[in-house]
């Protein structure tokens, strides 16, 4: 069987946890199936993996309409395969015609939702009406959806009701169980230190990590606000960048300023670090926060996870499914406005809530670090890539 996974993100250029999906899956069902990657830009040298760039006629025109360029190019391509299968908006029309101009299935992985991500309308304009057209075009067309979580497939039924929920298939998102953990070695021990140390993270001090894109989604100043309730010898580490919009990034950059001010321990990474430099700093750290208000399953917390680290996290979407309450890590109640921003009702509850989950982890070391060796356990008995991806294909071959 050959099947075309078209994408945005793939590596080197990846953004974010679809990129992660599509990298992890296309190496594991490569074992099993005759596997192409089509995928945003440019080119690629990786065999079997083709990059597009957006036409040069649509250069200046509205980021949606670029995409679009995209995808007819990527459609135009796909003749011979027997499924086509694809990931996020940005690619899902894409699949949709491609399906359509070869008889084949279109087969629809759910990373998140257009009408619950409305503060999008801030980075496209008019071109958010288009990303959500072109979504439930392809869902409400495709042969199959998967969704990434068990919310996340509550999500697609509520937001498209002309979906059939026959159609909509659970796989969670999996995690390379090799790629990410601890370092075992002294040398890999000590070059870790090395790492840290010149991230200016000090690795005898407690630390709160977070993991994210700057995006209304992850919930990064509700964190930032918590972390001014957080004992003082506690670091707060920030990986984070790509900030979506002018006005979050200014909002971000004044609340890091902020809490600067009040504090010291605070460490903002903005570049996206390679692997084991990551790797590194996360197994430097004491707790993993994850506060997003909208998040249908969150890789990052597998990856913290599969280093040995406690999640705190929202409890919303799909994260409940990842994080056992009380065993790998602690599940923050959270109030939601049902206006798809996903604000809290109560936006002090919320961060008073955060905050005192925080502490209890990081203030208690031998109770967090029982609590990431549940982690690791979780990851490698529920979300190993090899039965992710045998899930997969039996979607695929439910299809065919």
């Given at each position: 069987m050959r099947v075309d996974l078209l994408t945005?993100?793939?590596?080197?250029?990846?953004?974010?946890?679809?990129g992660v999906h599509v990298a992890e899956l296309s190496a594991v069902l490569r074992r099993h199936l005759d596997v192409r990657v089509r995928c945003f830009d440019g080119a690629r040298t990786e065999e079997g993996v083709t990059g597009y760039d957006v036409p040069d006629a649509l250069a200046e025109a509205?980021?949606?309409?670029?995409?679009?360029?995209?995808?007819?190019?990527?459609?135009?391509?796909?003749?011979?395969?027997?499924?086509?299968?694809?990931?996020?908006?940005?690619?899902?029309?894409?699949?949709?015609?491609?399906?359509?101009?070869?008889g084949i299935p279109h087969v629809v992985s759910a990373h998140s939702l257009e009408p619950l991500r409305p503060w999008k309308a801030e980075q496209l304009g008019g071109g958010y009406a288009l990303s959500g057209w072109a979504e439930r075009t392809a869902y409400e067309g495709a042969a199959a959806v998967i969704a990434v979580s068990a919310g996340m497939r509550a999500d697609i039924l509520r937001c498209y009701p002309q979906v059939d929920p026959a159609k909509v298939h659970v796989v969670h998102n999996g995690i390379d169980l090799n790629g990410w953990r601890r370092p075992d070695t002294p040398e890999a021990t000590a070059r870790a230190d090395e790492v840290v140390r010149g991230l200016g993270i000090d690795p005898d001090r407690p630390a709160v990590v977070f993991v994210g894109r700057i995006t209304r989604q992850k919930g990064l100043p509700y964190l930032l606000r918590a972390a001014e309730?957080?004992?003082?010898?506690?670091?707060?580490?920030?990986?984070?960048?790509?900030?979506?919009?002018?006005?979050?990034?200014?909002?971000?950059?004044?609340?890091?300023?902020?809490?600067?001010?009040?504090?010291?321990?605070?460490?903002?990474?903005?570049?996206?670090?390679?692997?084991?430099?990551?790797?590194?700093?996360?197994?430097?750290?004491t707790v993993f926060a994850c506060p997003s208000v909208y998040e249908p399953l969150g890789i990052v917390n597998l990856e913290a996870m599969a280093c040995g680290l406690p999640v705190v996290g929202t409890?919303?979407?799909?994260?409940?499914?990842?994080?056992?309450?009380?065993?790998?890590?602690l599940l923050v109640p959270i109030d939601q406005l049902q206006d798809g921003t996903g604000t809290p009702v109560d936006p002090e509850r919320f961060v008073a809530d955060l905050a005192s989950a925080l502490t209890s982890l990081a203030t208690d070391p031998e109770r967090a670090a029982a609590m990431g060796r549940a982690s690791r356990q979780r990851v490698e008995d529920h979300f190993a890539w090899d039965a992710i991806a045998a899930r997969t294909i039996e979607v695929y071959r439910s299809v065919v």
């Amino acid at each position: 069987m050959r099947v075309d996974l078209l994408t945005r993100e793939y590596p080197p250029h990846v953004y974010g946890g679809a990129g992660v999906h599509v990298a992890e899956l296309s190496a594991v069902l490569r074992r099993h199936l005759d596997v192409r990657v089509r995928c945003f830009d440019g080119a690629r040298t990786e065999e079997g993996v083709t990059g597009y760039d957006v036409p040069d006629a649509l250069a200046e025109a509205n980021p949606a309409l670029r995409t679009f360029g995209v995808d007819l190019a990527m459609a135009g391509d796909v003749a011979g395969a027997d499924l086509v299968h694809s990931h996020t908006w940005y690619a899902n029309l894409a699949g949709h015609l491609a399906g359509l101009l070869n008889g084949i299935p279109h087969v629809v992985s759910a990373h998140s939702l257009e009408p619950l991500r409305p503060w999008k309308a801030e980075q496209l304009g008019g071109g958010y009406a288009l990303s959500g057209w072109a979504e439930r075009t392809a869902y409400e067309g495709a042969a199959a959806v998967i969704a990434v979580s068990a919310g996340m497939r509550a999500d697609i039924l509520r937001c498209y009701p002309q979906v059939d929920p026959a159609k909509v298939h659970v796989v969670h998102n999996g995690i390379d169980l090799n790629g990410w953990r601890r370092p075992d070695t002294p040398e890999a021990t000590a070059r870790a230190d090395e790492v840290v140390r010149g991230l200016g993270i000090d690795p005898d001090r407690p630390a709160v990590v977070f993991v994210g894109r700057i995006t209304r989604q992850k919930g990064l100043p509700y964190l930032l606000r918590a972390a001014e309730m957080l004992p003082p010898e506690v670091q707060l580490v920030l990986c984070a960048g790509a900030p979506d919009t002018p006005e979050i990034a200014s909002e971000v950059t004044g609340l890091v300023a902020d809490l600067r001010r009040q504090r010291d321990g605070v460490v903002w990474i903005e570049q996206m670090l390679p692997r084991p430099d990551l790797v590194a700093v996360l197994s430097a750290s004491t707790v993993f926060a994850c506060p997003s208000v909208y998040e249908p399953l969150g890789i990052v917390n597998l990856e913290a996870m599969a280093c040995g680290l406690p999640v705190v996290g929202t409890a919303t979407g799909g994260i409940p499914e990842v994080v056992e309450d009380g065993v790998t890590g602690l599940l923050v109640p959270i109030d939601q406005l049902q206006d798809g921003t996903g604000t809290p009702v109560d936006p002090e509850r919320f961060v008073a809530d955060l905050a005192s989950a925080l502490t209890s982890l990081a203030t208690d070391p031998e109770r967090a670090a029982a609590m990431g060796r549940a982690s690791r356990q979780r990851v490698e008995d529920h979300f190993a890539w090899d039965a992710i991806a045998a899930r997969t294909i039996e979607v695929y071959r439910s299809v065919v």
